[in-house]
């Protein structure tokens, strides 16, 4: 065997070994790896809803309804679609009608089943994932503006902005 013909041997084990490593790192983390997506890509079907995900929008108004125990259903929103969550367990002490929530769990009949859900954790901020995904969707402006109306955004508020 050629000299030239050895390296393209051990080029290609090579490649064949790392090949199969990625493939097991990649299977082993299937289950871990979880998307964030959009009410707007989950009511376009673009998610593979048999999977865990991670929701992100805005807790729709008027949707919160306590059940029995600590069972909280809700409607998380982009302001173009919206998907129904349900959560048992407590819920962080910011999650309020209207603020950026960032939900995670398993799609059943149309419905969220959440087993965690973050908050934002201060007024001025927004989870990365839902402005972006409100940028996206084209509603951002509008919600950025309300929310500097609201004092909950740096910038102009209703109080400061000059009259016009």
């Given at each position: 065997m050629k000299p030239r013909h050895k390296r393209l041997v051990f080029v290609g084990v090579g490649l064949g070994i790392l090949g199969l490593a990625a493939f097991l790192v990649l299977n082993a983390l299937d289950d871990s790896v979880v998307f964030f997506h959009?009410?707007?890509?989950?009511?376009?079907?673009?998610?593979?809803?048999?999977?865990?995900?991670?929701?992100?929008?805005?807790?729709?108004?008027?949707s919160v309804l306590h059940g029995t125990g600590a069972q909280v259903r809700f409607r998380v929103t982009d302001l173009a679609n919206?998907?129904?969550?349900?959560?048992?367990?407590?819920?962080?002490?910011?999650?309020?009608?209207g603020q950026g929530v960032v939900v995670e769990g398993r799609m059943h009949n149309g419905v969220l089943t959440a087993d965690q859900v973050l908050a934002k954790h201060d007024e001025k901020y927004m989870p990365p994932e839902v402005a972006e995904a409100l940028k996206k969707s084209g509603q951002w402006q509008g919600i950025k503006q309300s929310m500097q109306d609201a004092g909950q955004l740096?910038?102009?508020?209703?109080?400061?902005?000059?009259?016009?």
């Open positions: 959009t009410p707007t890509e989950i009511a376009e079907q673009k998610v593979p809803l048999d999977r865990r995900l991670r929701l992100g929008g805005l807790v729709e108004e008027g919206d998907v129904a969550v349900t959560y048992s367990g407590i819920l962080p002490d910011l999650f309020r009608e740096p910038g102009l508020s209703a109080v400061q902005r000059p009259a016009q």
